[in-house]
């Protein structure tokens, strides 16, 4: 990939492949802090690693951002979508999302549009279809809300194949790659009854602290649940947890010391591939990976 971009651009401006160079990573960590975003090093490599992206540059110098996660053949993220400050409103942001539009081909594309990003993907034909609402703080199990040790176990290697296969059933798509890098970066716990598992969480390092995230289970207290477990091994550290709008988490987060700190909307091109259930997510891996 490599092509000479919009004549709106003020210099030529050439699209490629991001690669997992130091040079591209740490171009992309130069970018995410330009935009305000608190990505590490590490959260680039570990982004691309699970997916593709796409780089800007104008005399070197890389300019932009994009990047694509796909699940299976049916379903696929777009995130990390970025323009430097001083090279917006010149089309770049079109032409990078025109080449990830390449890369996913025919997949149902998902993906969390900040309030600058709407327009561009409306323009594509993404619909939003919910929202997602960030929570962060150093978060404090309110009294009465341990959790019941018995039901939740940190979880191994073993435990991935029916993990893989809960997530599936959320997800419509498998993301048993993302899955393994994240449970190799961070801890997994399930929740389990008579024997059976019946939901899971991720807790991993990201941005300026720790993220939880998924959470998959079959309802609200078994999230709850889940989340407590981590919220007691991490008290006092910085906390982030991003809930689906629907999950009906919100007030219970914050009544943990997690406010709500943002909001994007999540948007959809294409059909998005049944959900077989009974499973559903309650928290993302992250606003990229979905
Ligand atoms: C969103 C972003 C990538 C757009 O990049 P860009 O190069 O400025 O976009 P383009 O010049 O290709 O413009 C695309 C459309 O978005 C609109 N747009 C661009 N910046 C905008 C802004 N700050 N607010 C509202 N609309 C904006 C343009 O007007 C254009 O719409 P139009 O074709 O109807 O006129 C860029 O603003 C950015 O990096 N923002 C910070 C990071 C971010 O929020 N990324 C999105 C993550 S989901």
């Known amino acids: 990939m490599n092509s000479t971009l919009s004549p709106k651009a003020r210099l030529p401006v050439t699209l490629r492949q991001m690669t997992d160079s130091l040079h591209d990573l740490e ?4 970018l995410s802090r330009g935009a305000g975003w608190t990505y590490r090093l590490e959260d680039w490599r570990i982004a691309l690693l699970l997916g593709e992206g796409v780089l800007a540059e104008e005399s070197g110098q890389v300019i932009g951002s994009a990047l694509c996660w796909p699940y299976g053949d ?3 993220t777009c995130g990390s979508i970025i323009v430097a400050p001083a090279m917006q409103g010149r089309g770049l942001g079109r032409a990078l999302l025109a080449q990830l539009l390449q890369l996913t081909g025919e997949r149902a594309i998902l993906l969390n549009s900040t309030a600058e990003g709407m327009r561009l993907y409306q323009a ?3 619909k939003p279809v919910g929202t997602v609402h960030q929570h962060m703080g150093r978060g404090r199990v309110a009294a009465g809300q341990h959790e019941t040790d018995h039901q939740v176990r940190r979880a191994g290697p073993e435990d991935l194949q029916v993990v893989t ?3 599936q059933r959320a997800v419509g798509a498998t993301r048993h790659r993302m899955i393994a890098a994240l449970f190799k970066s961070g801890s997994l716990a399930v929740i389990e009854r008579n024997g059976n598992v019946q939901g899971y969480a991720i807790c991993r390092p990201f941005g300026s602290g720790q993220v939880i995230g998924p959470v998959v289970a ?3 207290e078994d999230a709850k649940t889940l989340i407590t477990h981590f919220l007691t091994a ?3 550290q910085n906390l982030r947890i991003d809930i689906d709008g629907d999950s009906g988490l919100g007030s219970w987060l914050i009544a943990q010391d997690l406010p709500e700190v943002g909001q994007v909307t999540t948007m959809i091109r294409g059909e998005r591939p049944p959900v077989s259930g009974p499973e559903r997510i309650f928290a993302l891996a992250s606003q990229s990976f979905g």
């Open 124 to 126: 594509f034909g993404f």
């Open 218 to 220: 079959t309802g609200a």
């Open 165 to 167: 296969a809960m997530d």
């Open 234 to 236: 991490n008290e006092g």
């Open 74 to 76: 049916a379903l696929a």
């Open 27 to 30: 171009s992309a960590l130069q």
